[in-house]
Structure formats: structure tokens, C-alpha cells
């Protein structure tokens, strides 16, 4: 079992950053392909980011590519999304999400573990 907890969401400007980190209990965080999804108001939650379990693979939606870096710190169980340049666009709930498959069925949405979210507001 494995809980994951997100912070560091919040209301910025345009333009602006925010990092997003993502917290897993237990002592098997390693083991996991991590990732982070988003869910705007009215529509459904899209895949945003992966990390492979070593770090090394990583992967990224079309929307946030050359803006967002996803990382993970495995002696410290945490993962974590970096957001630039954000735009209003960018508003929405985000989800830390874990899976014991690979980097591609993160990237299908199939998770074993989700957060409970974060709020993310981009004013313009």
C-alpha cells in the first residue's frame, strides 16, 4: 500500500512558476513509476508527466513540454513537478499518481496509487 500526498499548489500569475511535490509513504517508493496528472474543470484528467524508478526515463504531455520537468529524490520518497510559464490554461486539480507497470502505463492513466490532489489557479 502505498499513500501519496501532494503540495505546493496554489494561485499564480501568468508567467509565473510553482513546484509541486509529492510525498509517498511506505519504504517501496523505488519500485514505482511515478507520474502527475491534471483534471481542468469540466474535463476529464490527462496525463501530464512520468518518471521512470531510477530517474532516467522520463516523458511529457504535448501541452506541457520545454515548460514543466518532472524529478524524483527516491532516499526522500518524494516526486516532483517544476511548472514555468504558466498560463491560465494550466488551471486545474493535479494528481500524483504511482504505478508498479512501466513509463507507457502511466502515460495510459493506469495507476495502482493516486493523491488526492492539488488546486493549481494560473490568473492572467
Known amino acids: 500500500q502505498v499513500q501519496l500526498e501532494e503540495s505546493g499548489g496554489g494561485l499564480v500569475q501568468a508567467g509565473g512558476s510553482l513546484r509541486l511535490s509529492c510525498a509517498a509513504s511506505g519504504r517501496t517508493f523505488s519500485s514505482y513509476v511515478m507520474g502527475w496528472f491534471r483534471q481542468a474543470p469540466g474535463k476529464e484528467r490527462a496525463f501530464i508527466a512520468t518518471?521512470?524508478?531510477?530517474?532516467?526515463?522520463?516523458s511529457y504531455s504535448d501541452s506541457v513540454k520545454g515548460r514543466f520537468t518532472i524529478s524524483r529524490d527516491n532516499p526522500e520518497n518524494t516526486v516532483y513537478l517544476q511548472m514555468n510559464s504558466l498560463k491560465p490554461e494550466d488551471t486545474a486539480v493535479y494528481y500524483c499518481?504511482?504505478?508498479?507497470?512501466?513509463?507507457?502505463?502511466?502515460?495510459?492513466?493506469?495507476?495502482?496509487?493516486w493523491g488526492q490532489g492539488t488546486q493549481v489557479t494560473v490568473s492572467s
Open positions: 499518481a504511482a504505478s508498479r507497470g512501466s513509463v507507457g502505463t502511466l502515460e495510459r492513466g493506469r495507476a495502482d496509487y
Open positions: 518518471i521512470s524508478r531510477s530517474g532516467g526515463i522520463t
